[in-house]
């Protein structure tokens, strides 16, 4: 977790530290939908590795916008959510959601020039 001096000056600065990586968003919008065991996280982000899904689960559990819940049984089980910090980020992806979709609409609703 960065410390209160290591933190941009910049708000858009600080939220890029902590999310600003495609994996993370990646990660973060599948445990806004439901919590999450390592190998479904793994199974639904295609092309991250073992080794990057590690590295940031455990930066954004630092960080405190994801809790690990570990249950002892034997294989242990352990599964991943959002915690109350990360949650309150859902209207923020809502609202990327819905940009998401104009920039399609609008890349979908361009005419192609005409080469002839």
């Known amino acids: 977790?960065?410390?209160k001096n290591e933190l941009?000056?910049?708000p858009?600065?600080?939220?890029?530290?902590?999310i600003g990586n495609k994996w993370k968003l990646l990660i973060i919008r599948n445990l806004l939908a439901s919590t999450s065991r390592f190998g479904e996280l793994r199974k639904d982000i295609p092309g991250i590795s073992q080794k990057?899904?590690?590295?940031n689960l455990r930066a954004l559990e630092s960080d405190?916008?994801?809790t690990r819940t570990v249950?002892?049984?034997?294989?242990?089980?352990v599964e991943y959510s959002l915690s109350e910090l990360g949650n309150t980020l859902r209207p923020l992806f809502k609202e990327m959601e819905?940009?998401?979709n104009s920039y399609k609409d609008y890349i979908?609703?361009?005419k192609l020039p005409d080469i002839n």
């Open 12 to 18: 858009v600065a600080t939220m890029v530290e902590l």
């Open 1 to 3: 977790m960065l410390t």
């Open 71 to 77: 249950y002892a049984e034997v294989p242990p089980k």
């Open 98 to 100: 819905a940009w998401g």
């Open 52 to 55: 990057v899904l590690t590295d």
């Open 108 to 110: 979908s609703n361009q």
């Open 64 to 66: 405190g916008l994801v």
């Open 8 to 10: 941009p000056a910049c």
